[in-house]
């Protein structure tokens, strides 16, 4: 029992090939629990290859997650994690400089805001602007007045 015997054939490659494999599959009958393993991993791999943009998207936060958990966990003490909290906010600290350098360049008017016309400047302008126009002679009633003149 256990023990195979040959039958007297001529050995060929296929032959040989097709008695490995019949061993090794005497070897690996799998059980019934490894057959739902092995149907529900087949099915994940599966949606993973159609639903791939939400695969890398898992495998991206999952990877994230573990970034933090073991830069966490590598911190002895809280002065650790308050100097990499330092050198996070180093580059918003810069980005900072950066804007309030450009924004003491600009006009200002003493205060160091930017100028810009009020809303009273505008409408003063818009105002000036109309009563300039109506004190001018219009053109299309003088021609009107002609016109009327001559018939």
Known sequence: ??????ELKPETAITILSEEAEAILEDLRPSPLQL????VGAAAALYALVEWEKTLQLIGVIGVGQTIYRRVASYENSEDLWKDVGLLLSPVRVGAQAVSLVAAKGDTNGNGL???PSSSDVQN??????AKHESQPSD???QQDTLLNTT
């Open 1 to 6: 029992e256990g023990l195979r015997i040959k």
């Open 36 to 39: 739902l393993g092995i149907g």
């Open 114 to 116: 930017p100028v810009s």
């Open 125 to 130: 302008r818009v105002l000036q602007a109309a």
């Open 140 to 142: 299309e009633g003088s």
